[in-house]
């Protein structure tokens, strides 16, 4: 996956798109699941693991037209 998402936007798409393939980066900040319980943020402070949820619902209701190969979600 990691050499997959090193493509960004305007350069050349993964060469597995041609099969069919599509990646997405999904890069949140801290998420209040059990793996980030080391960090010193409380879970008000961390991204909902629902909203990242729903950035994956959406990809995957992506039609075949469409690519959004990355994904950067920030707490408000």
Known sequence: ???????????????????GVRALAICPGFVDTP???????GGEQMI???DVAEVVRMALRLGATAR???VLIEIT
């Open 48 to 50: 909902q693991p629902a």
């Open 1 to 19: 996956m990691a050499a997959l998402t090193q493509f960004r936007p305007g350069s050349q798409t993964p060469p597995v798109e041609a099969d």
């Open 35 to 41: 793996m980030a319980s080391s960090s010193s943020l």
């Open 68 to 70: 959004v190969p990355e």
